[in-house]
């Protein structure tokens, strides 16, 4: 299976552990995109669903980098899910895929890379509006 036909891509990156823990990430060695964002999402309160949309054009990778969080991913023709629970494992989002972050843990921390900056117009909220394009495109 080529790594592209692959819907979960783990990222893991280093970390080191003295008398702490110390991540990094780091082009071209573990972010296989110039970074042009970076966003992290807090203060959640459990149960918290979050996402539900595609992005056009951005590429993005997650990491959990306090608690835990279930998310799904879906190409239009399969979809999968993960958990995030570990802050040396990110998830790549590539683009053209419907994810959807779910049970966030209290106090969840997501850290988020991403390869474009905010654009509303990067965003596809709409499911059956993604699976026309995303199904079109994989033809
Ligand atoms: C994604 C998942 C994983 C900005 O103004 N700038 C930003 O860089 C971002 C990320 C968001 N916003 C604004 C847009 C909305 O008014 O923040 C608000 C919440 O954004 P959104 O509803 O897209 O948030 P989530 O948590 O559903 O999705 C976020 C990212 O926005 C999204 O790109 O892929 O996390």
Redesign the pocket.
Known sequence: MKSQDQLIRFINIPKIDDDCYLCFAQNPDHVPFMIK?V?Y?LKSQPNLS????A?HK?Q?I?FCIQGSIKMVLDNGKKREEVILDKPETGVL?DKMIW?E?HDFQKDTILL?LASKR?ENKD?IRDYEQFLVIANGKNK
Not at 50 to 53: D, N, T
Request: aromatic share 18%.
């Open positions: 964002r966003y999402i979050r996402g539900a949309h992005h951005t993005q997650l989002l994810h972050m988020v905010y965003y």
